[in-house]
């Protein structure tokens, strides 16, 4: 879908629920929250934020502890 892809391209996909929280608690803004199609039981979901240069930092800091 042409609306997917622009969404994607603006946005940061994050596939834990404890990325998720220490973003929000850091100030960082969630798009939405969707089901994580990887998973078979459609249990899990993936939380997307808005992409900028502070959250492609923080993501590296993570990232690199």
Same mark, same amino acid.
């Given at each position: #879908?042409?609306? %997917? *892809?622009?969404i994607m391209?603006?946005t940061?996909? $994050?596939?834990?629920? #404890?990325m998720a =929280?220490m @973003? @929000?608690?850091?100030? /960082? *803004? @969630?798009?939405? $929250? =969707?089901? %994580?199609k990887t998973?078979? *039981? =459609? #249990? =899990?979901s993936v939380? $997307? /934020?808005?992409?900028?240069? !502070?959250?492609?930092?923080r @993501?590296?800091r !993570?990232? !690199?502890?």
């Amino acid at each position: #879908k042409m609306e %997917d *892809e622009m969404i994607m391209k603006e946005t940061v996909v $994050i596939y834990t629920g #404890k990325m998720a =929280r220490m @973003l @929000l608690r850091e100030g /960082f *803004e @969630l798009v939405d $929250i =969707r089901p %994580d199609k990887t998973d078979p *039981e =459609r #249990k =899990r979901s993936v939380f $997307i /934020f808005k992409q900028d240069m !502070a959250l492609l930092e923080r @993501l590296k800091r !993570a990232s !690199a502890k």
